[in-house]
C-alpha cells in the first residue's frame, strides 16, 4: 500500500510540473495557433540562469531573473520573428511552428554547450527536506510543485487576461470588436509560457533529481502528449492531461518489475502509448471542443 501511496503522490507532482509546460503549449496555440517547440530550450534556459546566478543573487532572485529573462525571450521571439514570418498566408501558422523547431534548435545547442558535461545545482531552497503524510514520505519540492501548478491554473483561469485569452480563442474578430488588443494577448502568451518553462525548470532538477543537465530540456517534450490529452484548446484538459501523464510513469516506474514483460525502457515510452491508446477513441482529445456542423 505503501508504494502505491509513493506512486500516486509522486505522479500528481511530476503531472504538475508536466502541467506548467503543458498550460504553455496551450496557451501559445490559443493565441496563435502555432504549435511551439521551444518549450525544451525555454525550460533549459530558465534552469541554466538560475543554476548560475543564484550564488550571486540567491533563489529567490536567481528566479526572478530566470522568469523575467526567459519570459522576455519568448515574447521577442513571437514578436520579432514569428508574426514577421507567413504575413497574410492562411497558413502562416504552420511555417511558424516550423521556425520555432529551428529556433529550439539553436537555443538547445548553445545552452548544451555551456553546460558541457556538468551537473548544474539550482540552490532550491527545499534542498532533500522531506514531509511525512502519514505512512509516506514527500518531498517538500513536489509539494511546492503542486502548489505552484494550482496557482499558475487558478491566475489563468480567473484574472481579466485569461478571460481575454479565451475570448480571442473563441471568435478572433468578435475579441477584437469588444475592445481586445490580439497582438497584445498573443505576445503575452508567449510571455507567460516562458515564464511557466522557466518554473517548471526548477521543479524538474529539484530533489530527487540530481540537477540540471544539457539534456534537461528534453523533459519538456513529456508535456507535449498532456497538451495533445487535453486538445491543445483546454487549460483543464492540459492539467486533466498532464496528471494522467504523471500517474502513468509514475506507476510504470514503480511497477517496473511487475512489468519486465515490455521492456526496461517501457517507462519512457509510457506517456506517449497513453497517448496514442486516448486519441484512437478521442482523435480530438479529451476536452476539445465539439465544433458546430452546417446541414
Not at 102 to 125: E, F, K, N
Not at 226 to 254: D, K, N, Q, Y
Not at 270 to 280: D, G
Request: proline content about 4%; glycine content about 12%.
Amino acid at each position: 500500500m505503501t508504494g502505491f501511496l509513493d506512486s500516486l503522490l509522486g505522479g500528481l507532482a511530476l503531472g504538475s510540473v508536466y502541467a506548467l509546460i503543458a498550460l504553455g503549449f496551450v496557451t501559445i496555440f490559443k493565441a496563435s495557433g502555432v504549435l511551439s517547440f521551444t518549450h525544451g530550450s525555454l525550460l533549459l534556459l530558465g534552469g541554466y540562469l538560475v543554476a548560475v546566478l543564484h550564488d550571486d543573487l540567491g533563489f529567490a532572485g536567481a528566479l526572478a531573473v530566470a522568469v523575467l529573462v526567459t519570459a522576455a525571450v519568448a515574447g521577442a521571439l513571437d514578436r520579432l520573428v514569428l508574426q514577421r514570418v507567413g504575413g497574410s498566408d492562411p497558413h502562416a501558422a504552420h511555417v511558424q511552428t516550423i521556425v520555432t523547431i529551428g529556433v529550439d534548435i539553436v537555443l538547445v545547442t548553445d545552452l548544451a554547450r555551456r553546460i558541457g558535461g556538468d551537473l548544474l545545482p539550482l540552490g532550491d531552497p527545499w534542498g532533500s527536506a522531506v514531509t511525512d503524510l502519514g505512512p509516506v514520505t514527500v518531498a517538500d519540492s513536489r509539494i511546492a510543485a503542486i502548489l505552484v501548478s494550482a496557482v499558475a491554473f487558478a491566475l489563468f483561469r480567473y484574472t481579466p487576461w485569461g478571460l481575454s485569452l479565451r475570448a480571442a480563442a473563441e471568435d478572433r474578430e468578435a475579441a477584437a470588436l469588444m475592445g481586445v488588443r490580439l497582438t497584445r494577448v498573443r505576445t503575452a502568451a508567449w510571455c507567460l509560457a516562458g515564464a511557466l518553462a522557466a518554473l517548471a525548470a526548477v521543479f524538474l532538477v529539484a530533489f530527487p533529481a540530481p540537477g540540471l543537465e544539457r539534456t534537461t530540456g528534453q523533459i519538456a517534450l513529456k508535456a507535449f502528449p498532456a497538451a495533445i490529452l487535453g486538445g491543445m484548446t483546454s487549460p483543464v484538459g492540459a492539467l486533466v492531461g498532464s496528471m494522467l501523464i504523471g500517474l502513468t510513469e509514475a506507476f510504470v516506474a514503480g511497477y517496473q518489475s511487475d512489468l519486465h514483460v515490455l521492456g526496461e525502457g517501457f517507462g519512457d515510452v509510457a506517456p506517449y502509448a497513453v497517448m496514442v491508446l486516448v486519441l484512437l477513441v478521442r482523435p480530438a482529445g479529451l476536452f476539445a471542443a465539439k465544433g458546430a456542423a452546417r446541414v
